[in-house]
């Protein structure tokens, strides 16, 4: 017998009576939407079981550049790593490379043309601790500042000098003498310094490296 509050069904009898009231109707109602959870749970559990599946592959896959070739090809300010890609593709065993160039003009009216391309393998392969002399050389602020005023232009030892924070006679030549051996300042007649010419682009080539 239905129950009823102040002449108005329950609500337990509001949902047996959207299901069309009568007993039959309510458990054949429920077993369809029984039916349809379990098809719903299957379905999920398959879109996972799937997706784990892709994520997997994807992971164990080698890395591969036709994506970025893709991306790349018909965007002209991507021209280098289009050649980079196009050498690639001629050689299937080919690990890349790396190529940095440059053409500067700089306020002091000298003007540099500069390329170096590099086999991946060559400096994956190189001992980096040789590298350390030449990297250290550069980690010393008094001695960027020497290359900033000498790159382009000779300076004497006075204009050095005359930098700020640079400190004694001494101090600047020990900088000048690290900076030398490095290979980044070289001594173009008595008592005057400049940055070898050669060297002008791939100093620039770090100092943008570094700027992320």
Known sequence: MRKRINGKPTPSEVGISHQDGDAASAGSSNSVASDERSLWHA????????????????????????????LTANDDRYWALNELNRQR????????????????SL????????????????????NWHDLSDTLAALSHPVRLSILKAAIGEERSTQDLLSLPDMGTTGQLFHHIKTLQDAGWLRSVQRGRYRVPGERVVPLLAILSATRG
């Open 43 to 70: 379905l999920e559990a398959r879109v996972s079981a799937l997706e784990a599946a892709a994520m997997s592959r994807a992971s164990a896959a080698p890395p591969t550049t036709v994506g970025v070739a893709a």
């Open 107 to 126: 306020p002091s009216g000298a003007n540099y043309v500069w390329q170096r391309q590099e086999a991946a393998h060559t400096l994956l392969d190189a």
């Open 89 to 104: 593709t001629s050689k299937p065993d080919d690990r890349g490379s790396v190529i940095y160039a440059g053409t500067v």
